[in-house]
């Protein structure tokens, strides 16, 4: 019953952002406005959608009390993809072929690590009371902040930027006392900044860093159970599918740049239209 209430859940969180957006996108005011807040909080789709969050952290309350906490967790994780549809349908957003393999690499991301992850140690069924209290000092600590954050938007990032700088400097060099970490702080950010400029989608390269440490074991492993051999990766259906599907994903970007280059861009809905 665990998976089956956090699969509910996921699709609450899902429709209850949506509405949340559909009831933002009705207000007159921006975000930096001092009367945003009060505006939202006179949308009733805003106020549905937050009702159907609440009832999302109920639901994966009683998931989390009657599954395991991996499992859980992982599942719940999929309001991102289950988000799409209904913002297609509510506030008409539009997906293209981008957004769904990025979908279907977070449901690839997903299965992979509910089949190599493998926590130890704690348990794995906490006491509901547990998540009761988790959930009611997070509501708190969510609705206590909510101001600060919001004033925190009106600042020029003029005098917020230093700021951050200042904070990742600090937070780089009291880890080890290192003025390598500082190099490598610096690194990064230029990284971060080249791969911002040339679009390069974020998403791929967290899955990577969370995901990679995990793969690499897991490949690891079935190789000194196969004893070298490849052939495990291609032994029963649902493994092949999945192999499958990461060649795809992993070759698309050059096939798409291939097949643009032969035949053309395609041409979108829109501009065909008279």
């Known amino acids: 019953m665990g998976p089956a209430f956090a699969f509910i859940a996921a699709c609450a969180f899902a429709l209850g ?6 009831g933002t996108l009705g207000t007159t005011s921006g975000s930096g406005d001092s009367h945003w807040l009060i505006q939202i909080l006179h949308e009733p789709v805003w106020l549905a959608g937050l009702l159907l969050q609440a009832a999302g952290w109920v639901l994966q309350a009683v998931a989390l009390a ?7 967790q992982a599942i719940t994780t999929l309001n991102l993809v289950i988000a799409l549809p209904f913002g297609a349908w509510l506030t008409h957003q539009h997906i293209d072929r981008r957004v ?3 979908a279907l690499a977070a449901v690839v991301g997903i299965v992979v690590f509910l089949s190599v992850g493998s926590p130890h140690g704690g348990t794995t069924h906490p006491s509901a ?8 000092v997070t509501l708190v600590l969510v609705l206590a902040t909510v101001p600060l954050f919001a004033a925190i938007l009106r600042i020029p990032f003029t005098i ?3 700021v951050i700088i200042a904070v990742c400097v600090i937070g780089a060099y009291t880890v080890a006392n290192a003025t390598f970490d500082l190099a490598l702080m610096l690194g990064f950010g230029v990284l971060g900044y ?9 998403a791929p390269l967290v899955l ?11 490949f ?19 493994v092949a599918t999945m192999m499958a599907l990461a060649i795809l994903l992993a070759l698309w970007p050059g096939i798409s740049a291939l097949r643009r280059r032969l035949f053309g861009p395609s041409k979108s809905i829109a501009s065909i239209r008279p």
């Not at 009657?66 to 859980?72: H, S």
């Not at 911002?196 to 974020?202: G, M, N, S, T």
């Not at 990577?208 to 897991?218: Q, R, T, Y």
Request: hydrophobic residues 45%; aromatic residues 8%.
């Open 208 to 218: 990577a860093m969370v995901l990679g440490d995990k793969a690499e074991d897991a």
């Open 194 to 202: 080249l791969l911002k400029k040339l679009d390069y989608p974020i």
């Open 66 to 72: 009657k599954g395991p906490l991996m499992v859980v």
């Open 100 to 102: 769904v393999l990025g």
């Open 129 to 136: 009371r547990t998540w009761w209290i988790t959930c009611l």
């Open 220 to 238: 690891r492993q079935s190789l000194i159970m196969s004893h070298g051999s490849l052939s495990i990766f291609w032994s029963n259906g649902l």
């Open 17 to 22: 952002t949506v509405l949340q957006q559909k």
């Open 160 to 162: 917020i930027g230093p």
